[in-house]
């Protein structure tokens, strides 16, 4: 999946050590970053609506929920991936933020 590997590409090139980006490198890597989450964000929401359908679906054949849902999370596993991708990259994003205003704040410093 292309989201998937330009997502990976951004957060390892922001998380090399050696070659730590400057502020305009880092906005545009939380830029592309949280474009690519929002992307996925409405995947995730597609996937939610087919795996809802399929849980509505069995229940009115006479499933229970459990056995429905457990049906639902076999059918579209992609869910549950989306779901623990999309919390990692929000989290890395976050970390993008909170380096930005480091950053912000050392600059701010060094002028006064």
Known sequence: ?????????????????????????????????TTRLYYLETMRTEAKQKHDAIIFQ??????SVARASNKADNEVPEL????????AGNNCAMAMS???????????NAQT
């Not at 069995?58 to 499933?63: H, P, S």
Request: hydrophobic fraction near 35%; charge should be neutral.
């Open 58 to 63: 069995a229940v009115n054949e006479g499933e």
């Open 1 to 33: 999946m292309k989201t998937l590997d330009e997502v990976t590409k951004i957060i390892e090139a922001y998380g090399t050590p050696k070659n730590m980006p400057d502020g305009h490198t880092i906005n545009e890597y939380l830029r592309k970053l």
């Open 98 to 108: 909170v380096n930005l205003k480091n950053l912000e704040k050392e600059r701010y």
């Open 80 to 87: 549950y991936l989306l779901r623990r991708i999309i919390e």
